[in-house]
């Protein structure tokens, strides 16, 4: 009885190491792709918010959705300008001391125009994917709204773009996609979505910790 007791205990302690090391095991792979996804993700996020910025330099508002904004990319193009000072007569001053008088003011010449989509993109057709979530398996898309926030009376564009986390990690175990949107850290990204911009906020930040890259335009 006692060897055959002992056998017993160490069937139930190999057990239980397999499966303390599967639970370990799993949750680095879980982690490990993860980040994999969410570097995948943002590149996106980042290509989204470029030409949002564009569009909004151009537009003085952002854009409302993906093709809106792909037309705009299409067919937009960046003034290209150059500042210089110089000092001219000051017509007014010299009238009223009777001697002449120059003041300086600064000249901005148009120099020629640059495509947006050559300037952003470096000439690739990227920004027409860029909606897209791009993880294998899953033909979701980001979502993106805009609109704006009164600050001081003053209507102020905002826009965000955002995927959640259940999309980013669809086929992962249930649990650890659960523990994952209840994140809150400096080191990772907290909440149920990745996300740039903000409809609450007047910033266009990533909700990315640095790990990732920058957040910040």
């Known amino acids: 009885m006692k060897i055959v007791i002992q056998l017993v205990l160490w069937v139930v302690i190999g057990v239980l190491g397999y499966l303390l090391f599967n639970a370990v095991?799993?949750?680095?792979?879980?982690?490990?792709?993860?980040?994999?996804?969410?570097?995948?993700?943002?590149?996106?996020?980042?290509?989204?918010?470029?030409?949002?910025?564009?569009?909004k330099q151009i537009n003085g508002k952002f854009a409302e959705n993906f093709e809106q904004l792909e037309s705009f990319i299409d067919t937009a193009e960046f003034v290209l300008t150059e500042r210089r000072d110089t000092m001219v007569l000051d017509e007014e001053a010299t009238r009223r001391y009777r001697v002449d008088t120059r003041k300086e003011i600064t000249i901005i010449d148009t120099l020629g125009y640059k495509s947006i989509k050559d300037s952003l993109y470096q000439g690739t057709n990227r920004y027409k994917t860029m909606k897209n979530v791009p993880i294998a398996g899953t033909?979701?898309?980001?979502?993106?709204?805009?609109?704006?926030?009164?600050?001081s009376d003053v209507p102020i564009p905002v826009f965000e773009a955002k995927v959640s986390k259940d999309v980013l990690l669809f086929d992962q175990p249930k649990d650890y996609v659960s523990k994952e949107k209840q994140v809150v850290s400096v080191d990772g990204v907290n909440g149920a979505y990745l996300s740039v911009g903000s409809m609450t906020e007047v910033n266009t930040n990533g909700n990315w910790p640095k790990s990732y890259g920058d957040n910040d335009e």
């Open 139 to 151: 033909d979701a898309q980001f979502e993106m709204e805009s609109g704006t926030l009164l600050k």
């Open 25 to 55: 095991y799993g949750e680095v792979k879980f982690n490990d792709l993860k980040v994999v996804r969410y570097q995948k993700a943002i590149e996106n996020l980042k290509d989204i918010r470029a030409g949002q910025l564009a569009f």
